[in-house]
């Protein structure tokens, strides 16, 4: 898995690639844990090339989701492929998170 | 045409994306499409996850042994291992009207297996554990 990040107007874009499984997904919840305790609570995460999130990758996006929105910010999605999709709105995700077609959609609402 | 394959690993986090791999491409090789092999590897996967973590929890991580067999009406998964029984127990839906603060991450594994695959059949003997998970090609009421 690899993480690139970029700022547009105090919103965090993270890129994520590969997988977010039980291996890789104590390195992303520190990676998040990072931005947020640096200031960054409205953080964007670009999922379009992951290509497999199991239950462990869920942990990593409800924490984050939890951790942005104490700090008064928020976790937002962007880019979801079909099958992370589908891992999303099995698990009930889709009624409290906000899920954009990109990243650009997710940056500017933060905006709105 | 060959209908059945192995792979064998050592039962830790770094045999995941091996078996994954393995799996879809096994699958692809069968013409399966791309929603049903993310359905199988994520099956796979959470079971894979449980016996490393729990089933193996706290001593030298033995092995896990997946069997992939194709048949016409389906394909069947038989994950082994020699850890500790750790059967997955179906569970309760997520309450997908909870607020977030109620949200609790645990128990999705589980949910995830009885979600996606038809059969799931947990089996434990004196030398092993075996977990068989079987997944239609077609829907019943349209075979």
């Known amino acids: 898995m690899e993480i690139t990040e970029k ?24 990676y998040l844990e990072a931005c947020i305790s640096n200031g960054k609570n409205q953080i964007v995460a670009d999922l379009a090339a992951v290509d497999f999130i199991s239950s462990a990758g869920l942990r990593v996006v409800l924490t984050a989701m939890k ?46 | 045409m060959v209908n059945s394959y192995k792979m064998t690993r050592a039962a830790e986090l770094e045999a995941l994306p091996i078996f994954r791999d393995f799996l879809d491409s096994v699958c692809k090789e069968h013409g399966i499409g791309s929603e049903f092999r993310y359905d199988l590897k994520l099956a796979m996967d959470e079971a894979c996850t449980n016996i490393i973590t729990h089933g193996y929890a706290g001593m030298n991580p033995g092995s896990i042994m997946m069997e992939v067999q194709f048949q016409p009406s389906h394909i069947r998964l038989s994950i082994t291992d020699f850890g500790l029984a750790f059967e997955p127990v179906e569970t309760a839906a997520p309450d997908v009207n909870a607020l977030l603060e109620d949200r609790v991450a645990s128990g999705f594994g589980l949910y995830f297996i009885y979600q996606t695959m038809d059969e799931v059949e947990y089996r434990t003997t004196v030398d092993c554990n075996m977990l068989t998970l079987v997944k239609r090609r077609h829907a019943p009421d349209a075979a």
């Open chain 1, 7 to 30: 700022d547009v107007d105090g919103v965090a874009i993270l890129s994520f690639s590969g997988s977010l499984d039980a291996l890789t997904s104590p390195e992303a919840t520190d």
């Open chain 1, 67 to 112: 951790q942005t929105r104490l700090a008064g910010g928020d976790f937002r999605l962007a880019a979801l492929p079909d099958g992370v999709h589908k891992v999303i709105a099995m698990a009930g995700f889709t009624s409290i998170l906000k899920i954009y077609d990109d990243a650009e959609s997710a940056s500017s609402s933060f905006r709105k």
